[in-house]
């Protein structure tokens, strides 16, 4: 029997069909996770993030637009939940590091990663890779970050990541290749080479 | 960098994701042979993109899924615990929906009262025939309320196959009482039949024009000078038989090509 759609499941769980809702929740499970894993960097915010994305989807269930594609839809309401969680922890960054800002010199864009944000069991040995990843992702402003994820980790086509963001294959582009060199940038100054 | 090597940017990212095209390659290659500043930059390109591809997805904690379904049926009541689809129903479907479904039912419920006075008061509606017909007519209207129900939901498509009354059972149709008409049901019972209508499920929707026929009596049903028809815009009309063929050759209507539209063989009485 073929796979129902997305959109089958939500209407599905419109009228109320809990099993349909919870395929959905299922399906996206891994994915979604990871999408916001390596996007906030954090096991415990991706976690509650995908929970809140999926209260969300609930909550605004009746205002999905007939015809329209639930992935899209889906990641829309991820992204931004990680935008929101992303600009607190700077909040809270940019207040611990005022002092050092003002009492010495600018402090370099790579240097703004905090290495106790990173996930605790990237800084076991043999994980340095990880560490590397994460630290370069980090240093990048978020609309990039999403893309970098998307390819990367999720490995998704562009016109995929056109579809999942909202934005015209072309910008995806434009932001992975400008993504790519800031990362490059980023390792090559850390490496001092 | 050099003004010219700008111009390479985007190849020397394409070229260290190995997404680059043939023509474009060849290009750069010939660009790189005599800069040695690109060709440093397009290692640290590919060492970066190494870098990225040699991390792994992250996997999901064990049972998020079903945590976050839990929060979710903590924060509403959609899928609280309903004892029944009715019930399940009533908590579930949006407002619009329960308003679009309490005029249904008020609809039925008129029509009800309707057949209800026509058979308590018949010198109203004349001889029995005339009473048959007309509650024949309320029991397609009927029906076609719970197809364009069914549609609604449906993307404006009409329930499809020989058991498309089953697509109406419960959901949209309460009475399955009225997919008999009560000019056969007065001769007995049919065991072949479970509706005396003959449904038309050929490229139908809720987009066809207004005189499209849905749904019509079985041939004699009341006699055979005409037959009730039901149209895509929800009206019932007694249509003349000369009328009625005329409509099937104009939407190119072939009961050949609907095997549960051949004539019946019922032969009982008008």
Not at chain 2, 84 to 100: A, D, F, G, N, Q
Not at chain 2, 111 to 131: I, K
Request: hydrophobic letters at 40%.
């Amino acid at each position: 029997m073929a796979q129902r759609s997305d959109e089958e499941l939500l209407a599905g769980s419109l009228k109320g069909h809990r099993g349909d809702f919870k395929t959905l929740l299922e399906r996206y499970e891994g994915e979604l996770f990871n999408f916001l894993y390596h996007t906030t960097n954090d096991r415990q915010a991706a976690e509650d993030l995908f929970q809140e994305a999926f209260l969300q989807v609930f909550a605004n269930i009746e205002r999905f637009r007939p015809g329209g594609r639930f992935r899209p839809w889906l990641y829309t309401i991820a992204a931004n939940l990680a935008r929101d969680e992303m600009r607190r922890r700077r909040r809270r960054k940019s207040v611990s590091l005022d002092a050092e800002v003002r009492g010495g010199e600018e402090t370099a864009f790579v240097d703004m990663v905090d290495a106790q944000s990173l996930d605790p069991s990237m800084a076991v040995a043999g994980q340095e890779t990880a560490a590397m990843a994460a630290e370069m992702m980090n240093a990048l402003p978020a609309n990039l970050r999403e893309v970098v994820v998307l390819y990367f980790y999720n490995d998704m086509k562009y016109s995929e990541i056109s579809e999942a963001l909202g934005v015209p294959m072309g910008t995806v582009k434009s932001r992975l290749y400008r993504a790519i060199r800031e990362m490059a940038h980023a390792m090559k100054t850390k490496r001092g080479f | 960098m050099a003004s010219q090597c700008q111009l390479y940017e985007d190849l020397l990212v394409e070229e260290a994701l190995g997404e680059i095209g043939q023509k474009e390659r060849m290009f750069l290659r010939a660009h790189l042979d005599s800069c040695g500043e690109c060709r440093a930059r397009l290692a640290t390109l590919s060492d970066t993109i190494g870098v990225m591809k040699r991390e792994k997805p992250a996997q999901a904690p064990a049972g998020l899924a079903e945590r976050t379904l839990r929060r979710v049926e903590t924060a509403g009541e959609r899928f609280s615990a309903a004892t029944s689809p009715y019930h399940e129903t009533i908590l579930t479907e949006p407002r619009s929906w329960r308003v679009r479904r309490s005029l249904v039912a008020w609809m039925v419920a008129a029509s009800v009262l309707v057949m209800a006075v026509a058979s308590l008061v018949p010198e109203w509606l004349g001889s029995g025939s005339a009473r048959s017909l007309q509650t024949c007519q309320d029991h397609m209207t009927i029906i076609g309320t719970a197809l364009r129900q069914y549609a609604a939901d449906h993307n404006g498509a009409y329930p499809r196959g020989p058991e498309w009354y089953r697509a109406l059972d419960f959901d949209y149709l309460q009475r399955q009482g009225v997919l008999m008409c009560p000019a056969r049901m007065a001769v007995g019972p049919s065991s072949a039949n479970v509706t005396d209508y003959l449904f038309n499920p050929t490229h139908v929707s809720v987009n066809e024009p207004a005189d499209y026929p849905l749904m019509w009596d079985k041939n004699s049903a009341h006699d055979e000078l005409g037959r009730n028809v039901l149209f895509v815009d929800g009206r019932v009309s007694w249509v003349a038989e000369e009328e009625f063929e005329k409509i099937l050759i104009k939407y190119k209507i072939s009961e050949a090509d609907i095997p549960w539209l051949a004539p019946s063989t019922d032969t009982r009485g008008r």
